[in-house]
């Protein structure tokens, strides 16, 4: 059976064998090592990062004694999830995303990524917003809706769905619009970050 560690569009950690471009975690260990299952606790801090897959040939045993390792589609998979880029193993992507932050918010005082994971952090922690349709016209490219059971992906001026395997392009159904995105996520997309995305949405 997969491990418990691959990551929704909604934050929740599941159990299939898709695999994604992207690894993370959620500033420590929420899992126990004897046993390769997940804790009760959903993170061990605030800093909720995505990472590349392969880094300076390190190897890692997954599940070990170290953090818990996340895995994710793509990063927009990631962004909705809430985690935004790591700056060890990420740094240009992680100061595009600071750059697009900032005109946004505006620099804070002391720590940028201290004052980043302190929001999303409240952010991630909130029910997801019900969103109308003219706020749906008008979320950036990148932004990740729910649906019912369903994810969505605005790319363009389309909807994808969503799904371990990849993107399809697909109408909308009925119902209501959950936004998945946390709120600065979708400041700092507009503000012009651009994440990366798996490549079945092209």
């Not at 040939?57 to 935004?84: I, P």
């Not at 371990?164 to 619009?177: F, R």
């Given at each position: 059976?997969?491990?418990?560690?691959?990551?929704?569009?909604?934050?929740?950690?599941?159990?299939?064998?898709?695999?994604?471009?992207?690894?993370?975690?959620?500033?420590?260990?929420?899992?126990?090592?004897?046993?390769?299952?997940?804790?009760?606790?959903?993170?061990?801090?605030?800093?909720?990062?995505?990472?590349?897959?392969?880094f300076?040939?390190?190897?890692?045993?997954?599940?070990?004694?170290?953090?818990?390792?996340l895995?994710?589609?793509?990063?927009?998979?990631?962004?909705?999830?809430?985690?935004?880029?790591?700056?060890?193993?990420?740094?240009?992507?992680?100061?595009?995303?600071?750059?697009?932050?900032?005109?946004?918010?505006?620099?804070?005082?002391?720590?940028?990524?201290d004052?980043?994971?302190?929001?999303?952090?409240e952010?991630?922690?909130?029910e997801?917003?019900?969103?109308?349709?003219?706020?749906?016209?008008?979320?950036?490219?990148?932004a990740?809706?729910?649906?019912?059971?369903?994810?969505?992906?605005?790319?363009?001026?389309?909807?994808?769905?969503?799904?371990?395997?990849?993107?399809?392009?697909?109408?909308?159904?009925?119902?209501?619009?959950?936004?998945?995105?946390?709120?600065?996520?979708?400041?700092?997309?507009?503000?012009?970050?651009?994440?990366?995305?798996?490549?079945s949405?092209?």
């Amino acid at each position: 059976m997969p491990l418990q560690n691959r990551v929704t569009p909604d934050a929740r950690i599941v159990s299939e064998s898709w695999r994604g471009d992207f690894m993370g975690n959620r500033g420590g260990r929420i899992h126990d090592p004897a046993t390769k299952t997940l804790l009760k606790r959903k993170w061990a801090s605030k800093r909720w990062i995505s990472c590349v897959t392969k880094f300076k040939q390190r190897h890692r045993e997954l599940m070990g004694n170290s953090y818990t390792e996340l895995f994710f589609l793509d990063e927009v998979s990631a962004l909705a999830a809430g985690h935004r880029p790591c700056f060890e193993c990420r740094r240009k992507d992680a100061n595009a995303f600071a750059k697009a932050w900032v005109q946004a918010y505006g620099r804070p005082k002391g720590s940028l990524a201290d004052a980043m994971d302190k929001l999303l952090h409240e952010e991630r922690t909130r029910e997801a917003k019900l969103i109308t349709a003219k706020e749906l016209n008008l979320l950036p490219e990148g932004a990740m809706v729910k649906i019912g059971k369903l994810y969505f992906a605005k790319k363009d001026e389309y909807y994808l769905a969503w799904s371990g395997a990849g993107y399809n392009l697909s109408e909308l159904p009925k119902g209501n619009v959950l936004l998945l995105t946390p709120p600065s996520i979708i400041e700092a997309l507009k503000n012009g970050f651009k994440p990366h995305w798996h490549r079945s949405a092209n």
